[in-house]
């Protein structure tokens, strides 16, 4: 045993947490958590939560103790074996493949037209919805959807089809519970998506176009990576863009001062982009294995312990976050991890901040004014693997 295993502490146990507390608020539970040690073995999640800014940022960058390829991972059951659990050099050929389609350049002179058209296809149907109406399931989600659905090339899908696929994998990817129905609705997505890209790579093999499947067809990855790093993206590419968006707009109508601020200045949006990340991470827990005994932040874990990365804990930690609870776009900038961080660095951050912040946030504060919450229905934000609004019903005036 090394010295540092000797003068390390054992893993203290968090039997107090519970899945049910954890979804409606995890924060709490995060600040006691936090303030005993950097991990804990939470029975009810059987794993052992990692909490600290320091511990999840060790973790994210060290692929060698702390492997992604976790031993009978749900999410390798309910989409395959994508470059999400995969260590290099493996990971790096699957993310390679994905090209310059998700990166700045493209966004600007392709995607941007896109999504200016998309924004406006669906807040002309919040508007046709009507004040008090839902802005996550009118605007957010269908937006998030068929941006997703484009820029990924599914040509023969809808985005109601992506909506279904993304949620019903992702269901099955946290299934621990082993609950037949939830493996049916994924295994039937999973049989969905396989045969929707097989449909649509001949046709992208004629009729080129600036998609990542497009891209594919001249990429030389087996299909089956092709499969779950599709997969994969329907799952992770969908639900965050749609979470920081309702949290953001749930953030600045629920802070006037703000609000009235970034009205002022609308170059604040990509600040309140990156603030409402750190307050509320869409991603909020991510997994990895350890490859052999170790010590995290003073803390001994055993070889083969399987972890829980909680970013939405370590972007509230008080040791780097001035009063990390309170959502504040005048905070001095620091960086937060809810892109995660190494190698397997969010590969869509600059599509989902093009989205939100370049164009939704913006353009929504300025088409529909004196945007406000309904005070007779309240907002609901809820989870923590995945946490942003259930329901956000706004009102706003004629213009
Ligand atoms: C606010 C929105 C988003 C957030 C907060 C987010 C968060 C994350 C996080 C935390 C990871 C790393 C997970 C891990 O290491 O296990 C990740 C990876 C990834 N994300 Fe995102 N994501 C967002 C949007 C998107 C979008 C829009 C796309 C696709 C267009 C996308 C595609 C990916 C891919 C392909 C990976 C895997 C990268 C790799 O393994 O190398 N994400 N994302």
């Known amino acids: ?85 995969k260590d290099d050099p493996e990971h790096d050929v699957d993310r390679k493949s994905y090209g310059s389609v998700l990166r700045p350049k493209a966004i600007k002179e392709h995607w941007n037209a896109i999504f200016q058209a998309n924004h406006e296809k669906y807040l002309a149907r919040l508007k046709a919805a009507g004040p008090g109406s839902d802005l996550i399931w009118e605007y957010a989600a269908p937006y998030a959807a068929e941006n997703l659905r484009l820029v990924m090339g599914f040509h023969n899908a809808t985005q109601e089809d992506m909506q279904r696929w993304s949620q019903t994998m992702i269901n099955g990817t946290g299934n621990y519970a082993d609950d037949p129905e939830v493996w049916a609705a994924s295994e039937k997505s999973y049989n969905e998506v396989d045969d929707a890209i097989d449909e649509i790579l001949p046709y992208l093999r004629k009729n080129p176009d600036s ?29 965050e863009p749609r979470d920081v968006l309702g949290v953001a707009v749930w953030a600045l109508l629920s802070h006037p001062d703000q609000l009235a601020q970034v009205l002022a200045d609308p170059a604040l949006y990509p600040t309140v982009f990156e603030e409402s990340v750190r307050w509320v991470a869409p991603i909020g827990m991510y997994p990895r294995e350890t490859t052999r005994d170790t010590v995290l932040e003073g803390v001994q874990l055993p070889k083969g312990a399987r972890l829980g990365v909680v970013v939405g804990a370590a972007n509230r930690d008080p040791a780097v976050f001035e009063d990390p609870e309170s ?28 989205s939100v912040s370049g164009i939704a946030l913006p353009q929504l504060f300025a088409e529909l004014p004196n945007l406000r919450l309904d005070p007779e229905r309240p907002a609901v934000d809820a989870g923590w693997v995945f946490r942003g609004m259930n329901a956000l019903p706004v009102r706003w005036d004629a213009k």
């Open 1 to 85: 045993m090394t010295a540092e295993a000797i003068a390390a502490r054992p893993v203290p146990t968090a039997d107090w947490v519970t899945i049910e507390d954890l979804y409606r608020n995890p924060f709490p539970i995060y600040r006691k958590m936090r303030s005993e040690a950097p991990v804990h073995w939470v029975p009810a999640v059987n794993r052992y939560m990692v909490t600290s800014y320091e511990a999840c940022h060790t973790v994210e960058n060290d692929q060698e103790i702390f492997s992604a390829d976790e031993t009978n991972s749900l999410m390798k059951r309910a989409m395959g074996h994508s470059m999400l659990r």
């Open 327 to 354: 959502f504040n776009i005048n905070r001095p900038k620091k960086p937060h991890l809810a892109f995660g961080g190494g190698n397997h660095y969010c590969a869509g951050a600059w599509v989902a901040k093009a």
């Open 211 to 239: 998609s990542l499947l497009s891209g594919m067809t001249s990429m030389p990855i087996p299909l089956e990576a092709i499969r779950a790093n599709m997969k994969m993206t329907i799952g992770g590419g969908l639900n």
